[in-house]
Nanobody, 112 residues
Framework: QVQLVESGGGLVQPGGSLRLSCATS????????MSWYRQAPGKERELVAE???????NYADAVKGRFTISRDNAKKTVYLQMNSLKLEDTAKYYC??????WGQGILVTVSE
């Protein structure tokens, strides 16, 4: 059974940091291209960051220099380190594997 389970979200003040994790099972993690997406209220889901099987990364312009995606193939987990968070980073964050498998999402709220 394929599972992608996000954790690490929550409420944080502007300028703060959070680290999201996505623990996976049920597929060969090391062979999958992994991504983080987000969807803010009233907006479409958008790509945040992606990482190839070999560790190459790509980021949305809005998060470049603040967010870092990484993966641990031994733990079958992908991470998103989010620093210098802004109000506009508030969204539900989703883990994605191979453009087809999705987690249930986790809420990140940046607020005073």
């Amino acid at each position: 059974q394929v599972q992608l389970v996000e954790s690490g979200g929550g409420l944080v003040q502007p300028g703060g940091s959070l680290r999201l994790s996505c623990a996976t099972s049920g597929f060969t993690f090391s062979t999958y291209f992994m991504s983080w997406y987000r969807q803010a209220p009233g907006k479409e889901r958008e790509l945040v960051a992606e990482i190839t099987k070999t560790g190459g990364t790509n980021y949305a312009d809005a998060v470049k220099g603040r967010f870092t995606i990484s993966r641990d193939n031994a733990k079958k987990t992908v991470y998103l380190q989010m620093n210098s968070l802004k109000l506009e980073d508030t969204a539900k964050y989703y883990c994605n594997a191979g453009f087809t498998l999705w987690g249930q999402g986790i809420l990140v709220t940046v607020s005073e």
